[in-house]
C-alpha cells in the first residue's frame, strides 16, 4: 500500500468537521409552502392598509407618535401569516414591549454607539426568547430605541399603543375570513 494513503485519511478526518459543516448549508427544497388563495389576498390587504392606515391616521392627524418601521414587519406577519407563533398577540405585544424595554435601558446606561445598537438588539432576542414572546420585528424596535436615543416612555407610547391597535385589526380583519382564526392562542 502506498504511503500516501494513511496520510489522506488524515487529511479526511482533519477536513471532516468542516465538511459537515458546510453540507448543512446546501438546504432542500421547501414542499410546505402555504397555499395563496384569492381571498387570502384580499383579507392580508384589508388588515394591513387597515391597520398600517390607523396607526398612520393617529400619527399625523392626531400628532400621536406612533410611527415604527418595525410595525410595518409585524403588519405582514400579523394580516399575512397570521396563525404563525411569531405573529400571535403574545409575541406581538411581549415582543415589542421587552425588546422596546432593552432598547431603552441600553441606551440609558451605555448611549448610543456602535456596539450599544448591537448590546440592544441581541438583548431583546435573548429577553424575548426567555419570556417566550418571540416576534422578529421586536429586534428593529430595540434597535430603533437605542439608535434614535429613546426616554422609557417609549415603552407604552408608542410602542405600546401602536403594537395594540394592530392587534386589534388584525382580530377584527382575520376573523372575517372563512379561511383564518386569529388569535390562535392568547398566551
Not at 479526511?12 to 459543516?21: E, G, I, K, N, S
Not at 400619527?59 to 410595525?71: D, E, M, R
Not at 398577540?89 to 450599544?116: D, I
Not at 441581541?122 to 414572546?133: F, G, I, K, S
Request: hydrophobic residues 50%; contains cysteine.
Amino acid at each position: 500500500m502506498p504511503d500516501y494513503l494513511p496520510q489522506k485519511r488524515d487529511q479526511d478526518l482533519t477536513f471532516a468537521p468542516l465538511r459537515h459543516y458546510i453540507s448543512k448549508m446546501k438546504g432542500g427544497r421547501c414542499t410546505d409552502l402555504p397555499k395563496v388563495t384569492w381571498t387570502g389576498l384580499l383579507f392580508t390587504a384589508a388588515g394591513t392598509i387597515t391597520g398600517v392606515g390607523l396607526v398612520a391616521f393617529l400619527a399625523v392627524y392626531c400628532s400621536l407618535p406612533l410611527l415604527l418601521p418595525s410595525f410595518g414587519a409585524s403588519a405582514v406577519l400579523l394580516y399575512a401569516t397570521c396563525h404563525a407563533p411569531v405573529a400571535q398577540p403574545r409575541n406581538v405585544v411581549g415582543g415589542h414591549l421587552v425588546s422596546a424595554a432593552a432598547g431603552v435601558l441600553v441606551y440609558h446606561f451605555f448611549g448610543n454607539t456602535w456596539w450599544t445598537i448591537a448590546l440592544g438588539v441581541t438583548l431583546a432576542a435573548v429577553l424575548m426568547l426567555v419570556t417566550r414572546t418571540l416576534h422578529p420585528p421586536g429586534g428593529a424596535t430595540a434597535y430603533i430605541a437605542v439608535y434614535s436615543g429613546q426616554e422609557f416612555s417609549f415603552i407604552i407610547f408608542p410602542v405600546g399603543v401602536g403594537i395594540i391597535c394592530l392587534v386589534i385589526i388584525a382580530v377584527l380583519i382575520n376573523n372575517l375570513s372563512r379561511e383564518r382564526s386569529y388569535p390562535v392562542y392568547w398566551f
